[in-house]
């Protein structure tokens, strides 16, 4: 019952207000990592805000797919942020990724045709690598700090479209008010939590493996409520995606684990 922009408001601002008062109680860690949090926000912000929006105007399993080029972006943002060198192996796994989204993209016109809700998907997985990244940066502070300023980005960012869009207040009725409320002050709030801990505690490019579970869940998820359906060309491309996502990590395990020994 509610339109995009005015929905992610509905689900962000009561999640913020879970988090804002501890946030405020720690302000004196704010000032340094003041910069750095304000990229947070800004990337966090757009990462959720266009992953929704993708959601709402295409198929599940294919924003799931497309949003998973994010280890493409990541080796890109680790090689300029925190100084990794980019490897054979790694411009090996770039390649089969772009190629999987290549198929995925394809159309029977011979033509790479990029809907709105692709650009959606693909910049949102942009976001959330610049995320991955600069929650590794930032480095070990309370992660209700990291929360609060991925929150106050998503509400910053859809305030920002709302106002450009000049779309009018909605009248919700409670239902769509009550399931805002408990997306936002459960599922958000526990999510976020989850997802950073995990990247703050672990190397990135394992968090984003594990973050692969997302994809079959979306996909069960989207046949038994949403009905969809996979095409061929969905699935080989999709397959690309993620083998290149998981080669990835276990190449950087197997790094981590040498250098360690």
């Known amino acids: 019952g509610l339109p995009g922009l005015w929905a992610i408001l509905a689900i962000y601002i009561p999640a913020a207000i879970v988090v804002l008062p501890k946030a405020l109680l720690l302000r004196n860690r704010w000032p340094d990592h003041k910069i750095l949090l304000w990229l947070l926000a ?3 912000g757009w990462t959720n805000l266009s992953f929704m929006l993708a959601l709402l105007d295409g198929t599940v399993v294919r924003v799931l797919l497309l949003f998973y080029l994010s280890p493409v972006w990541t080796v890109v943002l680790s090689k300029l942020f925190l100084n990794e060198t980019i490897s054979k192996t790694a411009y ?5 990724a772009l190629t999987g ?7 029977d016109e011979f033509d790479c045709v990029f809907a709105k809700a692709d650009w959606l998907a693909i910049s949102s997985g942009f976001g959330f690598a610049l995320t ?6 930032i480095g070990n502070i309370p992660i209700v700090l990291k929360m ?6 998503v509400i910053m960012l859809s305030v920002m479209g709302l106002l450009m869009s000049s779309s009018s207040f909605p009248m919700p009725g409670y239902q769509a008010i009550l399931l805002s409320l408990v997306l936002g002050i459960m599922g958000m709030v526990l999510m976020t939590y989850a997802a950073q801990f995990a990247v703050t505690h672990l190397p990135i490019y394992q968090s984003a493996t594990l973050f692969l579970f997302e994809v079959p869940a979306g996909a069960i998820s989207a046949a038994l409520l949403s009905h969809e ?8 491309g999709g397959f690309l995606v993620l083998l290149a996502a998981w080669l990835s990590a276990r190449t950087t395990i197997k790094h981590s684990r040498s250098t360690h020994n």
């Open 42 to 44: 800004l990337a966090a």
């Open 92 to 96: 090996l796994h770039l390649t089969i």
């Open 101 to 107: 989204a290549v198929i995925l993209l394809w159309t």
């Open 132 to 137: 991955n990244v600069l929650v590794r940066k």
């Open 148 to 153: 609060s300023s991925a929150f106050v980005g």
């Open 229 to 236: 359906v996979m095409t061929i060309q969905e699935w080989i």
